[in-house]
């Protein structure tokens, strides 16, 4: 296994725990201290006889990164026209000194929004993305290292006319570099438009907007209020766990959306009006709460303690969305206790208190003056909802010292003096911003730091699991966004007192992993992607049948542990006719050795003309089989379970229609798009299913057939496409 583990010591000895302190969790302000002691403002009034400057108003923000690669993590800050941007360098030992202007970034006069910190080049240095509004640019400044920036905006295609507030980063189709996803609330909608969302990733600097081809503006469109693009908050999330990362996109009035990616450059759309019920969603947040290993997804709105509606906006508060594992949530906000949150904007789930469960922060404040309508968001407080470990939150900011009152926007958790636990500043606009340093003691923690194969250095995508005696969390890699903010790429773990993290697991943004046991507590951990073949947990390239299957060193048995899954035999069988179909793609993840993981099996097919199977009236029923013919996984789905009525047809409307099952021990999700194309993604949730290594390549057979099969069915719609490398798809390594 190649790493490097990178001990920075929380005390006197070097790689050893740090000693426990009494202090409990608590807050000061150390914004001057620090030296972060700046506000955010416009040289002319927001409010005029033409109304007010809601754009304006809504910028602001903060990125987080270590931009100079010397380990400690530094901020840029936006702060409207009443003076240049700031970058401020992390010195360490508590305080920062302001470089913007040395390192060429100082934008000035601007109003700029949602900066981000992210390697866009690939070469291994944080560039720098700096969005605007109200005639501000976007702009993109490339790292030269030795502290200097270069601005490349005109050279990188991100050319928009309209208002960018917030950005998030992700390799949205695979290909190794990060593509981009950008917000640009109140932007009218326009039949054959493009949105300007999704920004595809040429490589270097170079970005072309593919939000037409991959279906966004459609989406959008659908039921818009007042015809807008009303969005606030991006974040590429995979919801599913299936290797592709979706687009969660935090929208004012009830517009949330949640885009499926569906592996073939196209999103489907997964939004489900009955659970996403935000009314004005603004900021969020992406975290595992209830380290279930499922990903969740806070959404910041307004609630109003008068319980009035006023105006436009709706009063019903925060909304959290507990993902269920297949692409599809449940709303958890009134038993969590995090719906009462004011008018809410940046967001950031983090543990705080290093109990090893996720706290919930969230910025507040609206209103150009104080009094009637907005008198009761004008100086509402910050909220931090503390974990009580059961799922549910207490609200303790006061309590806590963290008190903000100002116009709150953007907010970033980070480690600033690398003592082990998470620190919180808060920006507001018109306002100073405010730095609350935690003052925790007597528990531990570990922070995971990666670094990926260029030109994904940092591993956006990558998913961090840390065991202990307590259990198992787990942490994505993400570039953005808490709404116009962005915590540092790297994941941090409360272990809650324990000495040790018995078990550290890194899944690669493509494929392999690297694990670790006994790492000690208290340290910061650096781990490198390996390069080499499976051998070493890793798949490093793509191949076809005869090199993938044939290879006697990559077939898991030697030294290593990994597990190479051939998909020799993929069909469709639901008799025993074999009518031939078109555009095959069936896919197993995660099948290897015991114990490891739920095993998924997803498969895209495009039925023959005529094909009427219909999964919701006669089930559905997939197993897996090995090359000896045994069934080594089996999901039953059963007639009349699913989510939606049952009924004789599918009703294929302008969009796809889906519908999903959920059980104890398995679920799925197929959806039937206009062309006839079928899509089925099918998990086991629980269960050991073991799979021996053996001399020969593994020979899988994958099955999909509806439980009540008809003699019709039977008779003229079985199909099956035996083959191990599809036509015009090489197929990947898959090591677990």
């Not at 981000?116 to 109200?134: E, S, T």
């Not at 709460?289 to 990903?295: E, M, P, S």
Request: proline share 5%; glycine share 14%.
């Amino acid at each position: 296994m190649h790493f490097r583990i990178l001990c920075l010591a929380l005390s006197a000895v070097i790689c050893s725990a740090a000693p426990a302190r009494s202090q409990p969790l608590g807050f000061s302000d150390a914004t001057v201290s620090s030296g972060v002691a700046y506000s955010h403002g416009y040289v002319g009034p927001l409010l005029s006889p033409l109304g007010y400057d809601e754009p304006r108003a809504i910028a602001g923000g903060i990125a987080a990164g270590d931009f100079d690669g010397d380990g400690q993590i530094d901020l840029y800050a936006v702060r409207g026209d009443v003076g240049p941007n700031l970058l401020f360098h992390n010195l360490g030992g508590g305080t920062f000194e302001e470089v913007g202007a040395v390192a060429g970034v100082d934008l000035t006069g601007v109003s700029s929004s949602g900066p981000v910190f992210v390697d866009i080049d690939g070469d291994g240095r944080l560039d720098l993305f700096v969005g605007g509004v109200g005639g501000t640019p976007v702009s993109v400044f490339r790292n030269e290292g030795g502290g200097t920036f270069e601005d490349v905006s005109a050279s990188t295609g991100l050319v928009t006319a309209i208002d960018v507030f917030s950005a998030a980063f992700g390799d949205v189709d695979r290909d190794g570099d990060l593509d981009v996803a950008l917000t640009h609330w109140r932007t009218p909608l326009l039949a054959g438009v493009s949105t300007e969302t999704l920004w595809r990733n040429d490589g270097g600097f170079s970005f072309v907007d593919v939000s037409l081809a991959w279906g966004i503006p459609a989406v959008l469109s659908g039921g818009a209020f007042l015809g807008l693009d009303l969005t606030f908050t991006p974040n590429f999330v995979d919801i599913d766990s299936d290797g592709w990362l979706d687009l969660l996109l935090a929208n004012d009035f009830n517009q949330s959306k949640v885009f499926h990616n569906e592996g073939d450059g196209t999103f489907a759309d997964y939004t489900d009006l009955g659970v996403l019920t935000d009314q004005n969603g603004m900021g969020a947040a992406i975290g595992d709460y209830d380290n279930d290993g499922v990903l969740d997804w806070f959404v910041s709105s307004i609630w109003d303690p008068a319980g009035e509606t006023i105006e436009s906006w709706g009063v019903t508060g925060n909304r959290l969305y507990r993902g269920n594992g297949d692409g599809t949530f449940t709303d958890v906000t009134e038993a969590a206790g995090v719906r009462e949150g004011y008018w809410g904007w940046g967001a950031t789930f983090a543990d705080f208190d290093n109990d090893g469960h996720l706290d919930l922060f969230h910025t507040n404040g609206w209103g150009s003056q104080p009094g009637p309508p907005t008198q009761d968001f004008f100086a509402d407080p910050a909220r931090l909802f503390v974990s009580n470990g059961d799922g549910t939150f207490s609200e303790r900011s006061a309590a806590l010292g963290v008190v903000d009152t100002g116009q709150g926007r953007g907010v970033v958790a980070f480690d600033q003096e690398r003592d082990g636990d998470l620190d919180l500043l808060v920006t507001n606009m018109n306002g100073p911003a405010r730095f609350f340093r935690n003052s925790l003691g007597g528990s531990s923690s570990l922070t995971v730091r990666l670094q990926g194969q260029a030109p994904n250095t940092q591993a956006v995508g990558a998913r961090v699991h840390v065991s202990t005696v307590g259990g198992t969390q787990m942490r994505e890699i993400r570039a953005g966004s808490n709404f116009e903010s962005q915590d540092p790429a790297e994941a941090h773990f409360g272990l809650g007192g324990a000495n040790e993290a018995s078990h550290v697991r890194v899944v690669w943004p493509l494929g392999g992993f690297t694990d670790l046991e006994h790492v000690v507590a208290n340290h910061l951990l650096d781990l490198v992607e390996p390069t080499t073949s499976c051998g070493d947990g890793v798949v490093a390239a793509t191949a076809t049948y005869a090199e993938e299957c044939d290879d006697g060193a990559a077939n898991g048995t030697a030294v290593s542990e990994c597990q190479v899954n051939c998909l020799r035999q993929a069909g469709v069988s639901p008799c025993t006719a074999d009518v031939p179909i078109a555009k095959p793609r069936v896919r197993v993840k995660a099948l290897g050795r015991a114990g490891r993981g739920e095993v998924r099996i997803q498969g895209h097919v495009e039925p023959p003309e005529g094909w009427d199977i219909d999964p919701i009236a006669n089930g559905l029923h997939a197993y897996v089989r090995n090359a000896a013919g045994e069934v080594v996984l089996s999901v039953a789905l059963p007639p009349g379970a699913w989510s939606v009525p049952a009924r004789a047809g599918w009703l294929v409307g302008p969009a796809a229609e889906s519908f999903r099952y959920r059980g104890a021990a398995g679920a799925a999700r197929l959806t039937r798009r206009p062309s006839g194309e079928l899509r089925m993604r099918i998990a086991a949730k629980q269960g050991t299913y073991a799979i021996e290594p053996s001399d020969e390549p593994l020979s899988v057979e994958i099955v999909f057939e509806p439980l009540a099969p008809t003699t019709a069915l039977c008779a003229a719609h079985s199909f099956s496409e035996p083959a191990c490398a599809f036509p015009g798809a090489a197929q990947q390594l898959r090591c677990r």
